[in-house]
């Protein structure tokens, strides 16, 4: 059963950066593509951005295009998710999630999933 777990969020002031990871355990994550969503109160859990299994691609959403990097380390079994220009709509529980479709953007392409970790950006 693999477990990921979520860490590096926080509260912090618009135009600033927090550095996400997500570490698995249980089973190695090298041969899933690893993703990133994030749900807001209200709202929907969306999707902020993925990676497949080589690292060798990549894709985000249109919202945070240019502003967030991720990027993964397969031999530490870690993905992490640069947030740069952080802007108060960016508030949210991030979630990291691993599957085996190819840098899916719905979150039924995923099979596991973290509990989240919080992001709040003040204005």
């Known amino acids: 059963q693999e477990q990921l777990v979520e860490s590096g969020g926080g509260l912090v002031q618009a135009g600033g950066s927090l550095r996400l990871s997500c570490t698995a355990s249980g089973r190695t994550v090298s041969s899933y593509t690893m993703g990133w969503f994030r749900q807001a109160p209200g709202k929907e859990r969306e999707f902020v951005a993925g990676i497949s299994w080589s690292g060798g691609s990549t894709a985000y959403a249109d919202s945070v295009k240019g502003r967030f990097t991720i990027s993964r380390d397969n031999a530490k079994n870690t993905v992490h998710l640069q947030t740069n220009r952080l802007k108060p709509e960016d508030t949210a529980v991030y979630y990291c999630?691993?599957?085996?479709?190819?840098?899916?953007?719905?979150?039924?392409?995923?099979?596991?999933w973290g509990q989240g970790t919080q992001v709040t950006v003040s204005s």
């Open positions: 999630a691993s599957g085996i479709l190819s840098l899916a953007r719905s979150p039924t392409g995923y099979a596991y």
